[in-house]
């Protein structure tokens, strides 16, 4: 399942350029509209933009629910472990797997939930204020990073295990540089 190694990457990077994209356009609109430009002016405010801040906002909520299971796969979601790490190694494993799998089921519930949410609102007329887009789509950002946080927790819970290692982000690696360096 190669696919499912960098589906948060691409992702949140694809929503962070789109967000990027539509931000600049929409500044760069209301910036231009200033201008007493014959026939640029008029066709320039006839566009409306008011829907980029509203469709930013719903891009960076699903950014931060996919960004939230980057975290657990990759080792850089926020975790306590200082009472953890002074146990007895085997004492500090079951702690971990208990952790782990509490971090699963609590992604789970709240991904069942989500979806239950989604479920009943989609049978609403509810749409959002400038775009008009059924609100489910908005929402379904929450099952759908919370089931994703889901498996990673049970992944790496997995490979814990497995191998008795944890992920852990290395802020001086980049990742893909040594096949470059290597070329």
Known sequence: MKFLDHLEEWLIAT???AATIIIFVAVLHRYLSGFAIP??????IQLNTSWAQELTIYMFVWMAKFGAAYGVRTGIH???DVLINQLKPSRRNQFVILGLLAGA???GVVGTLGAS????????DQTSADLEIPMWWVYLAVP????????RFLQVTWTFIKTGELPKHDHAHVEGLEEE???
């Open 15 to 17: 929503l962070m350029g």
């Open 39 to 44: 026939g640029v002016q008029d066709f320039l």
């Open 78 to 80: 926020v975790g306590v």
């Open 105 to 107: 089921l609590f992604t």
């Open 117 to 124: 949410f989604v479920w009943e609102i989609g049978h609403t």
């Open 144 to 151: 759908l990073g919370s089931y994703l946080m889901c498996f």
């Open 181 to 183: 360096v290597k070329a």
